[in-house]
């Protein structure tokens, strides 16, 4: 049974807002995981996990929903990607194994440093594989038939390993962002330190990665500088550019939630842009959507359930958000 | 070749490792979710202080089994395509959309309510955090649903075609949901978690209680209602599971005849009157089961209840279909054998409550104790029957296994494996540490909530860490 075109472009699109919104809020709870060596341990850390407690777990969902979305809405896609990216999917799932009990494991402990640590070092590794398997798959994997082809190693470039060290610094952004938003004094004060540094080291992913992509294949480099492709995609480094400069002059009046929103709308742009160097492939240069796309009937039996119950996923997503909303002090929320 | 060979057992290996270790998780958090909803919606209804002293108790174990229980939910959730590509790329247009299902309708409602299950009471006041606690506990409920309908679509496929690029895809999605073994194995796998988190429960209690009597002193009234409560529970739930058992087993006979003969250790067939083997050794070169022990005729009795029935016999399977006896074959019996103390223990203390001697007899209170862990050892003996009873398919008669690996190299699999090898028994065993020493505290009045264990004290923390506290508004 053929998927049907209309669909498969709707189910891309649901994919995609599943990972933005994955990318967006978990990467805020990896970005704190990111700088808590920088944190003082005591006060300082209670509060920043604190802040994170009640909705880490929701936000680590859309991860499932994006995995568990890829696999359902483009079998192939997924049958081909995650034996391509083997070895840094693996270390992920284990980064976030790590990260996940620490939130339970540190408050019922003598040696807080040791859950401490594997909080700080799962959510580095599962940030940095996140990234690391973001570039992979930007620098295509050999296929066979209906098969990944490669290697086990095949995912490990430079390339890749800019990615990767770029998720970690954007999530470190958004992390400090975060905390800028939800706390305040001396938590807050530092937050602002990593927010000037995290930008930075952001913008300089950024540009890098944004230099290099285009120079991984000419269907890249035609979408970008070439005409009628320079059209769709020349807005986007403009707003990059403005958005960027918007981002400083909020962290210079120490604006407390407009870095937040910046820094996501920072994401929302490089998404973006990562969209127009890859649709329509769903494994670039070699499956495209509508190849790796699941039979019609199964796109619309899962569209009624996304109809029916993404609604109500973002209402009680919303209302957990809003219900511990407000500056967070070390003993929680008050 | 070889190469080929050893990936693939690798993988076998990895799943069976993976998913044993998730499935203990759920298995208890699915029962303990809703004896949560009970505890509160008593504590609610009665306003006696001891039901939310439980409800306490129980939420901090809850936090750690549930979120050990996530965290190797992920792992399965992508193992899928990591290591069963093949079988992804087949089956997903079937199970794809099962699971995404599971996603939408069950993890966002138990990821988004446990924050306020856990942290808000204070915040939403009683009934609403009544509300998040039922909830989470439906959210496991419908999780399992989905679940357990996509294996046993895998185990009685129903409702689909095959594409001529070798796909699968669903014909109609009401028969691929309630595939014909669905409902069996849902009832025996959802009673099976029930009777889990019973034991355990009842266990903590009857650890209590022996502590106090040796030690003297009066038991908490808590105590003992947790350990009558779950006494009550395993006397209800047992025989249910038995009956339900025995439903699935008939209804595997039906659609799996060549499982059941694994399971039952026959090798060959018989025409009437089929024995039933209780002990042997099975011999899969020779297909001979040696040293068994065996009834005369209850075999037929059993399943078919009729003496004349005949039964089939792995003769009667092609060689390359055949399962290996000896995992099905053993597990059946272990999970057989600990449902049979189950049911004894739940007699027991029926029996005792009867009389008014629930709290007094030690020795039922040291058999709820013995068989504290005896749910998961029954679970997982079960799980492995059902599964290692459908090899040489992944999905059955239909897609081999050997036929749904990932294309990977077997030092990729091998170092992965030894990954999570190291990092399961390490996490996995402290947290289970963290459970332990929670239960070993007899739940007091004023038992400390959930929120206020889960924030470090940083009034206990050395005084220079205690720069930058700020004062919440």
């Given at each position: 049974m053929a998927p049907d075109p209309i669909l498969t472009l709707v189910w891309a699109g649901i994919i995609g807002v599943a990972i933005f919104i994955y990318v967006v809020t978990d990467g805020f709870d990896l970005g704190i995981g990111i700088l808590f060596p920088t944190m003082a341990p005591g006060a300082e850390r209670e509060t920043a996990i604190a802040t994170i407690k009640p909705v880490w777990d929701a936000n680590q969902t859309w991860l499932v929903l994006g995995g568990g979305g890829v696999f359902a809405a483009f079998p192939l896609a997924y049958a081909i990607l995650m034996p391509a990216v083997y070895a840094p999917l693996i270390a992920m799932l284990l980064g976030l194994i790590f990260r996940g009990v620490a939130f339970k494991y540190r408050a019922r402990t003598s040696r807080i440093w040791l859950w401490d640590f594997a909080f700080f070092a799962g959510s580095t590794l599962a940030a940095f594989a996140q990234g690391v398997i973001l570039g992979a798959v930007l620098q295509g994997v050999k296929v066979s038939g209906r098969s990944y082809a490669g290697g086990?190693?095949?995912?490990?470039s430079p390339f890749s390993l800019l990615t990767g060290a770029s998720v970690v610094a954007a999530y470190a952004l958004l992390g400090a962002c975060w905390l800028i938003w939800r706390t305040e004094g001396a938590v807050q004060d530092h937050a602002y330190r990593m927010a000037w540094r995290g930008g930075a080291a952001s913008i300089a992913a950024i540009a890098a990665v944004s230099l290099a992509t285009p120079f991984l294949s000419h269907d890249y480099f035609s979408r970008w500088f070439e005409t009628p492709g320079i059209y769709f995609s020349a807005p986007v480094p403009i707003l990059l550019v403005i958005t960027g400069l918007l981002f400083i002059r909020a962290l210079k009046r120490r604006a407390e939630v407009a870095p937040f929103l910046l820094a996501e709308l920072l994401f929302l742009l490089t998404f973006i842009g990562l969209g127009i160097s890859i649709f329509p492939w769903a494994v670039p240069g070699q499956v495209t959507i509508w190849q790796a796309a699941t039979a019609a009937n199964a796109q619309s039996f899962m569209l009624v359930g996304v109809g029916l119950l993404l609604p109500v996923i973002l209402g009680y997503t919303a209302y957990g958000y809003w219900l511990f909303r407000g500056k967070v002090g070390a003993e929680g929320y008050a | 070749m070889f190469d080929d060979v050893s990936a693939l057992t690798l993988a076998r290996f990895q799943f069976a490792f993976t998913v044993s270790f998730h499935f203990i998780f759920p298995a208890f958090s699915i029962g303990l979710a809703s004896y949560l909803a009970v505890l509160e919606g008593l504590w609610l209804k009665t306003g006696r202080d001891v039901y939310l002293q439980l409800f306490h108790y129980w939420l901090k174990i809850f936090a750690i089994a549930f979120g050990m229980g996530v965290v190797s939910g992920i792992v399965m959730a992508y193992q899928f395509g990591s290591n069963w590509s093949a079988f992804s790329d087949k089956a997903g247009p079937v199970i794809g959309p099962l699971m995404a299902y599971e996603v939408l309708s069950a993890f966002f409602l138990e990821s988004g309510f446990l924050g306020v299950m856990l942290f808000g009471l204070d915040r939403v006041g009683k009934k609403l955090h009544f509300m998040a606690t039922c909830l989470v506990a439906i959210g496991t409920t419908i999780s399992a649903f989905w679940i357990i309908a996509v294996n046993s679509w895998m185990q009685t496929p129903q409702g689909y075609a095959i594409a001529p690029n070798g796909q699968f895809y669903a014909t109609d999605w009401w028969l691929v949901v309630f595939n014909p073994s669905m409902p069996y194995r849902l009832s025996h796998t959802l009673l099976g978690a029930y009777l889990t988190t019973a034991l355990v429960v009842g266990a903590v209690g009857a650890w209590h209680l022996l502590k106090d009597r040796k030690l003297g002193r009066a038991a908490q009234p808590a105590t003992k209602i947790m350990f009558a409560m779950a006494m009550g529970m395993v006397a209800v739930t047992a025989p249910l599971q038995v009956l339900a058992g025995h439903e699935h087993g008939v209804n595997t006979l039906q659609h799996q005849p060549a499982k059941i003969a694994a399971m039952e250790g026959h090798y060959e067939s018989h025409d009437r009157a089929a024995p039933l083997i209780l002990f042997g050794i099975p011999d899969d070169a020779a297909q001979v089961m040696h040293y068994k022990l065996e009834v005369p005729v209850l075999g037929s009795l059993v399943l078919?209840?009729?003496?004349e029935a005949a039964t089939m016999g792995l003769d009667k399977v092609a060689p390359e279909n055949r399962a290996k006896v000896a995992f099905p074959f053993y597990a059946f019996r272990v999970m057989v054998g600990l449902g049979v103390l189950m049911l004894l223990l739940g007699g027991w203390a029926a029996f005792n409550a009867a009389r008014g001697r629930l709290f007094d007899n030690v020795w039922q209170q040291r058999l709820a104790l013995g068989l504290g862990p005896a749910g998961f050892v029954a679970v997982l003996a079960g799980w492995i029957t059902t599964e290692t009873g459908r090899q040489p398919f992944t999905i059955f008669g239909l897609l081999r296994t050997a036929e749904s690996a990932s294309p990977l190299a077997a030092p990729a699999v091998a170092a992965s494996l030894i990954a999570f090898i190291i990092v399961y028994f390490f996490v996995f065993g402290v947290g289970t540490w963290f459970i332990i020493k929670l239960m070993a505290t007899e739940p007091t009045p004023g038992e400390p909530e959930a929120s206020d264990e889960e924030a470090?004290?940083?009034?206990?923390?050395?005084?220079?860490?205690?720069?930058?506290l700020q004062p919440a508004e």
């Open positions: 086990w190693w095949d995912w490990l | 078919q209840h009729d003496i470090v004290e940083v009034g206990s923390l050395p005084p220079e860490a205690a720069v930058g």
